[in-house]
């Protein structure tokens, strides 16, 4: 190859570059293409494009999958510094405009930006009233994945039913549910009568675990049950509690149209419940970024508790 050395770096470039930084964060060129909207096809024009421009071969891809070559490695730690310091310099200049400009990252977990406790089309609302310069980016995504892009500093704000606090994130609690464990009308716990539903018929039972570690309120009321399948988010754990195959735990007011439509009932007493408490979480840090700051404001005055 021909050695040259590197000219201007544009808009152009830096496009190319947080592309090939997105295809190394998410493994390979088909799991980017979500994230970044654009075809297989043309995130592999883009990085060809970028390693002509660098004159440097930065990946290799094929039938044994994606794998960085060491120019490649030295690139994506070069890009990811250079991103972050562009970010820097954005969030510095929007600090001292008078007028909030820039982006505010969201990510919220099943079920939670429509619920009415959690007031997030009104806190969005307020949100634009005072920053009407700032791009909303919003997204649903789970708890763990929540907390990991939190503490990347990947989104500024996640709302999220939490099971444990984290160092380096602030919790703002919005609401408490109460998870009661529902069967649904094809299960055979259904026509059984409540007196005949003891702990031990529970426990007979194939049961949903969410996919995480629980609070210890939910781990001992899923330690005797049979644990056949995972389910995290709402809609799909109760897509197969109405299969009739499966038993598991939901928030009592997620559950309650399915109740009274007569699609779920409630098994066990009341005991066979835990709690669960739904937050705003950000990431700790001496200063926030303005939009950030704005937002976590507008939760403080939304929910006095949360301050």
Do not use: W
């Not at 408490?176 to 299960?187: A, E, K, Q, V, W």
């Amino acid at each position: 190859m021909k050695n040259y050395a590197l000219g201007q770096v544009g808009d152009i470039e830096l496009k190319q570059l947080r592309i090939f930084k997105s295809v190394v964060d998410n493994g390979g060129f088909s799991a980017a293409e979500t994230e970044l909207n654009i075809s297989r096809s043309t995130i592999s024009i883009h990085i060809s494009n970028l390693e002509s421009r660098l004159n440097l071969t930065l990946c290799r891809r094929g039938r044994a999958g994606f794998a960085l070559t060491k120019e490649g490695s030295v690139i994506y730690d070069m890009t990811s510094k250079l991103l972050a310091s562009l970010d820097e310099f954005r969030h510095v200049v929007n600090e001292m405009s008078q007028n909030p400009a820039g982006n505010l990252r969201i990510l919220v977990s099943d079920g939670t930006s429509l619920d009415p406790r959690a007031r997030f089309p009104e806190m969005i609302g307020q949100f634009f009233a005072q920053a009407p310069d700032i791009t909303l980016q919003s997204e649903v995504s789970s708890m763990a994945e929540i907390e990991k892009r939190l503490l990347n500093d990947e989104i500024d704000v996640g709302l999220i039913p939490y099971h444990r606090q984290i160092a380096g994130l602030e919790y703002h609690h919005l609401y408490s549910d109460i998870c009661r464990l529902y069967c649904g009308n094809t299960n055979p716990l259904f026509a059984l009568p409540d007196a005949e539903v003891t702990g031990d018929v529970i426990n007979q039972f194939t049961a949903i675990q969410p996919g995480l570690k629980p609070n210890d309120e939910a781990t001992e009321q899923l330690s005797s049950m049979s644990l056949q399948g995972t389910a995290y988010f709402y809609e799909t754990r109760l897509a197969m509690i109405l299969s009739g195959k499966f038993i598991a735990f939901l928030p009592e007011t997620y559950a309650r149209p399915y109740i009274d439509s007569g699609q779920l009932k409630q098994v066990g007493d009341d005991e066979r419940c835990y709690n669960l408490g739904t937050a705003a979480v950000i990431r700790k840090r001496a200063q926030q970024n303005q939009p950030t700051e704005i937002f976590r404001n507008i939760i403080c005055q939304m929910h006095p508790s949360a301050d």
